[in-house]
């Protein structure tokens, strides 16, 4: 799988948008970039995927650049709540259950 | 669903002692992992079971380490002896493979290991 770069740690305003950055210069073809977030004492939460087309759900926005050598995490409007360290990973679908490699992270401190 | 299930949430136990965690993966999950959790190492995996047959345990630390899925609802991963070392947050996940498409992990709540 390929290597992922992200920030130690980012601060945001409550109610403002969270843009969070990742890249994978190496990412290959066949590979999706995952985002994971892990809440304090907890364990890591799924939050949204894409191969190569921005994404968007109920909790964040995916926006990967034309290259796909790097993505960016938006949450819209990031709240207390969402304080936790922010995993980008990027795996590709094997056919098979296959494991997640966790980097070091972003820690985002919401704040008020 | 009540998620995946662990226990116990906490161990506290001394040196050389046997130390029993368990997972009880989303019901119809068919792939089931290990991670471990360390401020030195990080969130790194040690095992992973697909149709309860293991798949990749190059993660797996030594031999004092096992794990078992006897069936589709239950997972142990064994320590003996236990070390100080070995103190750490254990997470059990599981997902539902099919395939070529996407698959979400589901992380349980942890089990907070002290060994003294």
């Known amino acids: 799988d390929a290597k992922t770069t992200q920030p130690p740690s980012m601060d945001c305003a409550e109610g403002r948008a969270a843009n969070l950055p990742c890249n994978h210069s190496t990412i290959s073809g066949n590979e999706y970039v995952y985002w994971y977030r892990q809440i304090h004492s907890q364990g890591p939460q799924y939050i949204i995927h894409g191969l190569k087309n921005n994404e968007t759900n109920e909790m964040a926005s995916l926006i990967i650049t034309e290259d796909r050598k790097s993505s960016t995490l938006i949450l819209p409007h990031a709240t207390l709540r969402d304080t936790a360290v922010y995993y980008c990973?990027?795996?590709?679908?094997?056919?098979?259950?296959?494991?997640?490699?966790f980097g070091t992270g972003t820690r985002l401190q919401v704040t008020l | 669903d009540a998620g995946v299930i662990q226990s116990p949430r906490h161990e506290v136990t001394e040196m050389g002692q046997e130390v029993t965690l368990r997972c009880k993966p989303i019901s119809g999950h068919n792939s089931l992992f290990w991670y471990r959790q360390t401020m030195m190492r990080g969130l790194e995996l040690l095992i992973y079971f697909n149709n309860n047959v293991p798949i990749d345990d190059s993660g797996m630390p030594e031999d004092r380490f096992s794990a078992k899925m006897p069936n589709a609802s239950f997972s142990t991963l064994k320590i003996q002896p236990s070390e100080p070392r070995d103190s750490a947050v254990y997470f059990c996940?599981?997902?539902?493979?099919?395939?070529?498409?996407?698959?979400?992990?589901?992380f349980g709540p942890g089990t907070r290991l002290l060994v003294l």
């Open positions: 996940a599981s997902t539902l493979s099919q395939g070529l498409a996407m698959e979400t992990q589901y």
């Open positions: 990973i990027v795996r590709a679908h094997t056919g098979t259950a296959s494991k997640l490699t």
